[in-house]
């Protein structure tokens, strides 16, 4: 390593333990790194479970010193929308508008598949000597891929593909045909559907050690509701009406009975988590029409600093 690098790896390591830096330090090939992670199983809706590992505090600290020192300006491709500063669902379904024919694909197992000299090959690829690269790789994966849950890795992942992306959108720009991606989920919209599309993305996939997920590859064709990353795009981006009539119910129901009598008739006993994960929905409608009155005046409800007023206030709004 040369003198800047040895400074950065100092600096990475600031505030932790002598006995911390030792055990990160000494990370290749990778095995102990384990014992910094707590593991959570989160269960999908579709079934099965998504692993998630959550650094301790000390490497969480560290990897997003790497983040900030490191990837944060690190280019990535305009295709690429997820974990990039400025970008958001919206932008990834815009393009989609009124597009007749819309294919969705998904990357098999994403992060597991994006390995330990993957990673390496990145942070040589940005100019840093292997040793230091390879220090980096072993502080940023786990058992030998990438983590979901370390701060770097969404990043990571999009570095990890730039490329593939080129390479996918300079095939479609060719061919009339509209390319997004977010993190795992693959977005081609046309006009007439190419037959050779799939097998182009599967080979380009297959170069990078990835491969599609059957189960999720998706064509939806005609007036059928086309839906981007959550996002309606048959005529202008909008939020599904089920999702907005679901808020619209929780929010009767509250000015109807009360947010305490409300919540406890189906057993919620975290009022203040449901009113953010409720808040968070609401967001998410204001994300794709900022101009929903209706919704703004939930969000402002919501936000108040007090809930004992939410009955009076709903009323008001819905009556």
């Known amino acids: 390593m040369n003198e800047q690098e040895v ?4 600096s990475l390591f600031l505030g932790a333990s002598t006995l911390e830096k030792r055990d990160l330090i000494n990370l290749m ?52 929308f997820a974990y990039v500063k400025g970008r958001c669902i919206l932008d990834n379904a815009k393009p989609h508008v009124s597009k007749p024919i819309l ?12 390995h330990f000299e993957s990673v390496f090959d990145i942070f040589k690829s940005l100019g840093f000597s292997e040793n230091f690269a390879r220090l980096v790789a072993g502080l940023t994966t786990v058992d030998d891929y990438l983590p979901q849950g370390a701060p770097t890795s969404p990043a990571l992942s999009n570095l990890f593909l730039k490329e ?31 037959p050779d599309l799939v097998k182009f993305v599967r080979e380009k996939l297959g170069a990078f050690g990835l491969e599609l997920n059957r189960k999720k590859s998706k064509i939806i064709c005609g007036p059928l509701q086309k839906r981007v990353t959550g996002v309606v795009v048959n005529n202008k981006p909008q939020v599904p009406r089920s999702y907005r009539h679901k808020i619209r119910q ?16 189906r057993n919620i006993t975290d009022k203040e988590k449901h009113v953010s994960c409720l808040l968070g929905q ?20 919501l936000m108040t600093p007090s809930l004992d007023n939410l009955r009076s206030q709903l009323t008001n709004l819905l009556n």
Not at 34 to 61: A, F, N, S
Not at 103 to 114: A, E, G, P, R
Not at 168 to 192: A, P, Q, W
Not at 257 to 262: E, H, K, R, V
């Open 282 to 301: 609401i967001n998410f409608v204001l994300q794709i029409n900022k101009n929903d009155d209706e919704f703004k005046k939930y969000r402002e409800i």
């Open 250 to 265: 929780e929010m009767y129901y509250i000015s109807k009975y009360g947010l305490d009598a409300s919540l406890n008739t």
């Open 103 to 114: 294919l969705k694909l998904d990357i098999h197992h994403f992060f597991d598949n994006i």
């Open 164 to 194: 593939f992306d080129e390479e996918i959108g300079e095939y479609c720009s060719k061919n009339d045909i509209v390319y997004t991606r977010y993190s795992d989920d693959l977005t081609f919209s046309m006009y007439r559907f190419n």
């Open 29 to 80: 090939p990778n095995k102990i790194v384990r014992k910094y992670y707590i593991r959570h199983d989160i269960p999908k809706r579709t079934g099965g479970i998504r692993v998630i590992y959550e650094p301790c505090q000390t490497l969480k600290t560290v990897q997003r010193r790497i983040n900030r020192w490191f990837l944060k300006d690190a280019p990535v491709s305009d295709f690429a």
């Open 7 to 10: 400074n950065y790896m100092s």
